[in-house]
């Protein structure tokens, strides 16, 4: 039995982005009551442009590490909020050691998700507009992570989304869920619109001597109502205090035959 002081988490984020249209408000809390498994409860609040009213999101994560072996399962709920949008779903994320070299410090994991949402969003379907249709999905998701000398790590992944709900027609839909809560697309964007799949690479490295951890990533994004994307994505987490994290992102977005953006986010951790 873990003591309390080590076995529980309590965290407060604010994140902002500039050039984007949202700001977000998290609060996490985490507990492990028996080894190895942790529970944990996270609570966002996002200011949208897009919106007249605030998107707030409930998820309730469950978690059990294994001997090689890591399982959890994210349910989570964005309630109406206000103008009749909401969602509701699951993620469900396994990954399990592949290869571990302790004499040269290396070591590979593989890992895979799949996720499933259920949105009330207005659906644009043959040039017919239906408010508040049932729209459902899910995603699925594959990659491998390589560490080396616990300082640097390299990750290639691929995700598919799947419409249970059928693409035939559908020109648009106007939700408040972020696709990127079913799978990674490689930007800090609240990403709105209907991805295909995507697939990128990522390199990550840590300072102990400057207690951060900093990464890049490439992100091919394949979308079903715009152009596809490329996502350039960098980002540093610096350790200010034994409590507090702050993170630094930079995000450009390329997408052919528009306007590039340039994304920079920042945002605050403080564990109390």
Do not use: C
Request: charged share 20%.
């Amino acid at each position: 039995m873990l003591s309390l002081s080590s076995a529980f988490s309590f965290s407060l984020a604010d994140n902002y982005t500039h050039n984007s249209k949202f700001w977000r408000n998290s609060t996490m809390l985490s507990f492990a009551p028996v080894y190895p498994i942790i529970v944990g409860a996270e609570f966002d609040i996002t200011e949208h442009k897009a919106f007249d009213n605030h998107i707030y999101e409930v998820r309730l994560p469950i978690g059990v590490d294994g001997n090689g072996f890591s399982l959890r399962a994210v349910p989570f709920a964005l309630p109406d909020n206000a103008n009749g949008a909401s969602a509701y779903g699951g993620k469900l994320m396994f990954s399990t050691g592949l290869k571990v070299n302790e004499i040269d410090g290396t070591a590979a994991e593989g890992y895979m998700s799949a996720g499933i949402v259920s949105q009330k969003a207005d659906v644009l379907k043959n040039g017919v507009l239906t408010e508040k249709d049932t729209f459902v999905q899910s995603a699925y998701e594959l990659g491998i992570l390589a560490n080396f000398f616990g300082v640097y790590a390299f990750n290639i992944s691929g995700n598919v989304y799947q419409y249970l709900s059928g693409l035939d027609g559908v020109e648009g839909v106007r939700g408040i869920f972020n696709q990127a809560e079913l799978a990674d697309l490689g930007t800090i964007d609240y990403v709105l619109g209907l991805p295909r799949a995507s697939g990128g690479i990522k390199a990550t490295w840590r300072s102990e001597e400057n207690r951060a951890e900093s990464f890049i990533s490439y992100r091919y994004i394949d979308m079903h109502d715009d152009d596809s994307r490329h996502s350039l994505l960098i980002s540093t987490n610096m350790m200010v205090s034994a409590r507090a994290t702050i993170r630094l992102s930079y995000n450009h977005i390329f997408i052919p035959n528009q306007t590039d953006s340039d994304i920079y986010g920042i945002g605050l951790s403080v564990r109390l």
